[in-house]
């Protein structure tokens, strides 16, 4: 198939394979930030082609593993309203709450329905007026400026019942907070759509500030080899720099419009982070003008909070301290069909790529 | 006759009857008077006899609709235990206000598709339920083939050995993604239709012609790894599979980058998993490849010893990883 045979071609496979394996002349760790990648990395088999001393570690870019408890808690509440309809990716169906997940509640009688687009949400709510429709936000650049642009159009059209849930987050600070926390890394490979929409650019200070390289990624397993090669070569050179290896999509500008959009509709804000607690400014919230579209300054809610499980390590993993073979709970007390932990959950997170696809367990 | 199913024309009585004459029985060539059994001579034979209800939304959909898929998918049942599909019973569960002209269409698909396979549709059954009880309509259909007794051992799958190979008759994930492409929740259109097919034939070939056919199974909900993990589990045995080898067409492919499906977990509802054994794998592919129901069979795999009973895929790009059973549900209702 075109543009992806291109990528997957056994040949530069071997010969990337190869050019590693000279290469690497020490031990490496490398932070895939991305949950995409941890994705791609166990789907293609990527460990088994890599050397005993390049180790991969996942890191928080699931944008479902790193939603808080108390945000599915606040859609489960209001998913229980009578006059509301939820409108969520699937993904988030399955994620557990404190006491129960979506996907429970769906079975139980609520009005949940899964969508492929924020717009999506927005013609339920069009097609139901009499229903107030709250659409579940949860991703990072890559899917924010999506509910940037309908929220827009939702006041073009005119529509009154429209509401989002907003846990939009942005992916830096996340990344700062990872190098802070004391994890051992040799660089970053970095998220390779995030980058898409804000450019190579706003990974700057964390090859500036705590040296670091990083090497902007497609999700092929050529282009992800590549990108483990040229990290290897920053660390061989020591000059740790911010670097695209994913040129057919990622600018260092990045994508100007949708970035107008964001800063339009959304404003920085702190954020909790499955794991991390909260990070300053990591979060996207709905700017005063269109506050009548964001769900909590609308329609009230009143929930109290629970703690997670205690034994998940989901935070542990997803701040690369631990792999999800480390946590009591992997395979005996969590499940992709029965989690515990979010990273369990959704296609992207750690745990689930390593329940399905690692061998050695 | 009404334009929309009522409720009255499930009430068993005069109704009832001129709905299932009109739309039924002369279709289906069943022989009159209508009684409450079929009575079928089957002396000195073994018969493999399977039923299976048929959800499927939309009911229409590129390349098939539900009554296609009732008569393939039970043909297919008995056609991969090894059995000669003979004959089927077809019971109806009509929502009240579906209209009758789609239910006259249903009817002459499955008329059609019963005389290509060569089965008769004998008995059925119609009930209408209130608005609201239950979605548009759902069929159930039974049926019955003859096995001949050195057929006995494929459905079991008992004499499978390492080193038996596997083989598929063709593309896999076309199904799933037509029927999820006529949903109409994606924002654009598809050039996929599903492969639903009747492949009694097809496998009636191989097996007159390969004495070593150890297994077969229909590919359908859960797609080809929910398959390799059952067959794992059963024989006691490990599978390798060449992600390379396993065909799958573009479009197909394509949906899958952008939707974040596998299509090695989609349902097919046209398509036959092997495994043959006494190295007669290239004589049953030679075979299947001249119907075109098996034009683009494959050699994807084989049977290896392994106590875990792990599915390993060779990944194309040169990597292993396992392939495991799907959690849940990738897509909802689709046969």
């Known amino acids: 198939m075109k543009y992806i045979d291109e990528y997957r071609a056994k040949d530069l496979i071997m010969k990337l394979e190869d050019q590693i394996r000279k290469s690497a002349r020490r031990d490496y760790t490398f932070m895939e930030v991305c949950g995409g990648h941890t994705s791609a990395i166990h789907r293609f088999g990527i460990p088994y082609l890599l050397p005993d001393n390049i180790k991969l570690i996942s890191g928080p870019g699931c944008p479902v593993c790193v939603t808080g408890t108390d945000f599915i808690d ?24 404190s006491v129960t997940s979506l996907e429970k509640v769906k079975a139980k009688g609520a009005d949940i329905r899964i969508v492929l687009s924020g717009l999506e949400a927005l013609e339920i709510a069009k097609i139901n007026s009499h229903r107030k429709v709250i659409f579940l936000g949860i991703g990072f650049e890559t899917t924010a400026p999506g509910t940037a642009v309908t929220i827009k159009q939702a006041e073009t059209d005119g529509i009154n019942n429209f509401f989002v849930l907003s846990a939009h987050k942005v992916m830096p600070p996340a990344m700062e907070a990872i190098v802070k926390d004391g994890v051992n890394l040799d660089g970053f490979i970095c998220p390779g759509h995030v980058a898409a929409i804000t450019g190579s650019d706003a990974f700057n200070f964390i090859a500036e500030k705590y040296n670091l390289g990083c090497v902007v990624s497609g999700f092929e397993p050529t282009d992800i080899l590549l990108s483990i090669l040229m990290l290897i070569e920053q660390v ?118 390593w329940y399905k696809y690692n061998i050695n367990e | 006759m009404n334009d929309f199913i009522s409720l009255n024309q499930g009430s068993g009585g005069k109704l009832t009857h001129q709905l299932i004459e009109k739309v039924f029985v002369n279709r289906f060539g069943m022989a009159e008077p209508l009684t409450d059994s079929a009575i079928l001579k089957t002396e000195g034979f073994i018969l493999a006899f399977t039923t299976d209800s048929y959800v499927v939304d939309p009911l229409f959909f590129p390349g098939g609709n539900i009554g296609k898929l009732a008569i393939c998918g039970t043909v297919n049942d008995l056609a991969v235990a090894g059995a000669d599909p003979g004959f089927i019973a077809a019971s109806f569960i009509i929502e009240e206000g579906f209209p009758v002209n789609d239910l006259v269409l249903i009817a002459e698909s499955m008329a059609e598709e019963a005389l290509k396979a060569g089965v008769k549709i ?46 598929v008759n063709g593309p896999v994930g076309n199904h799933a993604i037509a029927v999820l492409g006529a949903r109409n929740n994606l924002s654009f259109s598809t050039p996929v239709t599903s492969d639903c097919a009747s492949l009694n034939y097809l496998i009636k070939s191989v097996l007159q012609n390969c004495k070593s056919v150890r297994f077969m199974r229909d590919i359908t909900r859960g797609g080809l790894a929910t398959i390799l993990n059952e067959l794992a589990v059963m024989t006691g045995s490990g599978i390798i599979i060449n992600e390379a080898v396993v065909p799958v067409d573009d479009p197909v492919k394509g949906l899958c980058e952008m939707l974040g499906f596998d299509p090695l977990y989609l349902a097919n509802e046209g398509k036959v998993l092997m495994v043959v054994g006494d190295g007669e794998e290239t004589r049953a592919l030679d075979i299947l490849r001249e119907d075109p129901l098996g034009k683009y069979s494959e050699i994807i795999g084989e049977i290896i010893p392994d106590k875990r009973n792990l599915v390993i895929l060779n990944t194309s790009a040169g990597g292993k990883r396992i392939l495991d059973l799907p959690s849940g549900l990738q897509l909802p209702r689709i046969c």
Not at chain 1, 337 to 353: I, L, Q, R
Not at chain 2, 133 to 151: A, R, Y
């Open chain 2, 122 to 167: 004998v008995t059925g059954d119609t009930k209408v339920v209130e608005k609201g009880k239950c979605d548009k309509l759902f069929i159930t259909t039974s049926g019955t083939g003859i096995l001949k007794p050195d057929m006995e051992h494929i459905s079991t799958g008992k004499w499978i050995k390492p080193g038996d190979k596997l083989i």
């Open chain 1, 236 to 353: 061989n050179r020591n000059t740790p720099k911010v670097e695209i290896q994913y040129g057919r999509v990622v600018t260092v500008k990045g994508n100007v419009i949708a970035q107008k959009h964001l800063s339009e509709i959304f404003e920085p804000c702190d954020a909790k982070w499955r794991g991390f607690g909260v990070i300053p400014l990591s979060g996207l919230k709905l700017r005063k003008d269109f506050e009548m579209y964001d769900a909590e300054n609308n329609i009230p809610l009143k929930i109290t909070y629970q703690e997670d499980n205690e034994l998940c390590i989901c935070g542990k993993i997803l701040r690369g301290l631990k792999t999800p073979a480390e946590c009591p709970l992997f395979a005996k007390n969590c499940f992709p069909e029965n989690p515990a932990g979010a990273c369990m959950v959704s296609n992207e997170g750690a745990c689930n790529t």
């Open chain 1, 74 to 97: 606040k859609a489960i509440a209001y998913s229980k309203m009578e006059e509301i309809t939820v409108t969520t990716f699937g993904d988030l169906m399955r994620v557990p709450g």
